[in-house]
C-alpha cells in the first residue's frame, strides 16, 4: 500500500516537473508580475495607525463608508482598492487673529485661542458628512461668530478687568452647543461630532493711542491711590510730633519743679571739677557775686587774646575787649610812693594821681595757671 501511495506521488512531481519545463517562462512572468503587485500596491495595502488617531475606512465596491467600524492604533492589512482616513482624537490647539469692534464703536484687535478635538465614537459620520476639513468648515466660523457677538457687548473699559474671563468661558459654552444643535447629521439631533473645550482671549489690543491713553490712566490712578497713604502717613506723622511735644513738655515740667539754685549751683560745681580733671593749661575765671562758679578754659596762652598774659581783661559794652595793667587803678590809689632822691639831695611825697578818666570797674583778673 505505502509503495503505491509513494509511486502515486512520484508520477504527479514528474508530471509537474515536465509541466514546468514546458511553462517556464509563463511561470517567471507571473512571479514577477505578482512581485511588483506587492511591491507597488503593499502602501495601499498596509496601514499603521499611530497612538492618538483612528482611521475610517472607505469602500467604493461595497457600501461607501463604513460607519461601524474603524481602525484603532496599530497594523492593518486591507484591499488594495479600498481608502484609510486617519484622523487625529488628540485635543488640538488652534489660534485667531480678529479685529472685532466694541461696544463704544473701538476697533480691538482680539486674539483667541481654542483647544477642540474630534469624537472618536462619532468619526465615521464627520467624515461622511464634513471631512477632514472639518476646523475650517464648522469650527472656526462659529468661534468667530460667538466671539464678535459677545466682544460687541464690552466696552474698551472691560478689557482690563476680569469680565474678560467670563466672556471667554461663554464663548466655548456656546460654540459648543452651537456644534451640537445646529451642526448634527441629517436625520439626527444632538449628535457631538467634535467638542470644543475651551476659549482664552489671549490678546486685547487697542489702537496706539487709545492703549496709551489707557495706560497713563491706570498710572494715574495708582498715583492717586499713593497720595491716600502718604496723607495717611503723614496724618500719623503729625500725631507722633504732637505725641512727642506733649511728652518734652511734661518732662520739662517735671524737671523744673526740682531745679532750685542749689542743685544749678551743685552741678556747675561739678562741672568744673570734671573740667579741671585734665592736665591741659587753662584759664580760671570766677564769677561775680558771692554764688559765681569758676570757669575754666583750656590753654590759656592759646586762647588769650594778644596781650592778655599778665593783665586783665576789660570788656566795653561798646566795643571790642582792651586790655590793661594788671594792677586796678584803686590799687593805683592807695598806693604811696617811695621817696625818691632829688638833685638837691631832699626827698618829697608824691602823692598819688587819680586818673583822669571814669573807668569801669576790673572784672576778674585772668590768671594762667598750671595743674
Not at 98 to 120: G, I
Not at 154 to 176: C, E, H, K
Not at 186 to 195: E, H, K
Request: glycine share 6%.
Amino acid at each position: 500500500m505505502q509503495k503505491t501511495k509513494r509511486h502515486i506521488f512520484s508520477r504527479a512531481w514528474n508530471a509537474l516537473l515536465r509541466w514546468a519545463q514546458k511553462k517556464i517562462l509563463t511561470i517567471f512572468f507571473l512571479v514577477v508580475l505578482l512581485v511588483s503587485s506587492l511591491i507597488v500596491l503593499w502602501p495601499r495595502m498596509f496601514v499603521l495607525v499611530p497612538a492618538g488617531n483612528i482611521g475610517v475606512i472607505y469602500r467604493p465596491l461595497s457600501q461607501g463608508v463604513d460607519l461601524g467600524f474603524v481602525l484603532r492604533e496599530g497594523a492593518y492589512l486591507i484591499l488594495p482598492w479600498n481608502k484609510v482616513t486617519q484622523y487625529t482624537v488628540q485635543i488640538q490647539l488652534k489660534e485667531l487673529h480678529l479685529e472685532l469692534m466694541t461696544s463704544d464703536l473701538l476697533k480691538t484687535n482680539v486674539t483667541v485661542s481654542f483647544q477642540f478635538e474630534a469624537n472618536p465614537n462619532t468619526l465615521p459620520l464627520l467624515h461622511k458628512y464634513v471631512g477632514v476639513d472639518y476646523l475650517e468648515k464648522l469650527i472656526i466660523p462659529q468661534v468667530i461668530k460667538v466671539t464678535r457677538e459677545k466682544v460687541a457687548q464690552l466696552n474698551s473699559r472691560m478689557a482690563y478687568t476680569g469680565d474678560i474671563g467670563q466672556v471667554a468661558s461663554d464663548i466655548a459654552i456656546t460654540t459648543d452647543n452651537l456644534l451640537i444643535q445646529q451642526l448634527s447629521p441629517p436625520g439626527l439631533s444632538n449628535v457631538r461630532l467634535i467638542r470644543v473645550s475651551s476659549v482664552q482671549l489671549t490678546s486685547v489690543l487697542y489702537p496706539p493711542f487709545v492703549q496709551a491713553a489707557i495706560d497713563n490712566k491706570v498710572v494715574e490712578s495708582e498715583i492717586a491711590e499713593a497720595y491716600k497713604f502718604k496723607i495717611q502717613a503723614s496724618r500719623l506723622e503729625a500725631e507722633r510730633k504732637v505725641i512727642e511735644a506733649t511728652g518734652i513738655r511734661d518732662f520739662q515740667n517735671i524737671v523744673n519743679e526740682g531745679m532750685t539754685e542749689n542743685y544749678l549751683r551743685f552741678r556747675g560745681i561739678q562741672a568744673t571739677e570734671e573740667l579741671a580733671k585734665s592736665s591741659n593749661a587753662k584759664t580760671l575765671i570766677f564769677g561775680s557775686g558771692p554764688s559765681g562758679l569758676p570757669l575754666v578754659l583750656g590753654n590759656a596762652v592759646d586762647n588769650a587774646p594778644p596781650g592778655a598774659i599778665g593783665g586783665t581783661v576789660i570788656q566795653d559794652p561798646l566795643k571790642q575787649p582792651v586790655m590793661q595793667s594788671t594792677e586796678s587803678s584803686q590799687t593805683k590809689k592807695n598806693a604811696v610812693t617811695k621817696d625818691v632822691p632829688a638833685k638837691g639831695g631832699a626827698t618829697k611825697d608824691v602823692q598819688p594821681q587819680e586818673s583822669p578818666t571814669n573807668e569801669p570797674p576790673a572784672p576778674a583778673a585772668a590768671v594762667p595757671i598750671k595743674k
